[in-house]
């Protein structure tokens, strides 16, 4: 059995008031630290846009080449 005062403890079943509390702590302590999904969206946003902005220099710069890409990946979706 766990042990009572420790959130383990209360994820255990144990509602008692030491359990809750200590749950209510973890819960805080867990809630007020920043969230590796957090974390995860912030980079997959900074990749977003570096591959937004790779892509409008290119459009400008080589449209060509961009068409290129841009069927490519068009093509690589519809296939899914
Ligand atoms: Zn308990």
């Known amino acids: 059995m766990a042990k009572c005062g420790t959130n383990w403890g209360y994820i255990s079943g144990c509602r ?11 819960q805080r302590e867990y809630l007020s630290r920043p969230e ?26 080589n449209p060509e080449q961009y068409y290129k890409i841009y069927d490519k990946v068009k093509k690589e979706l519809a296939d899914d």
Do not use: E, G, T
């Open 16 to 26: 008692c008031d030491d359990c809750r509390k200590a749950h209510r702590d973890y």
């Open 36 to 61: 590796p999904r957090q974390k995860h969206i912030a980079r997959a946003a900074f990749r977003n846009r570096v591959a937004h902005q790779s892509m409008m220099w290119l459009k400008k710069n």
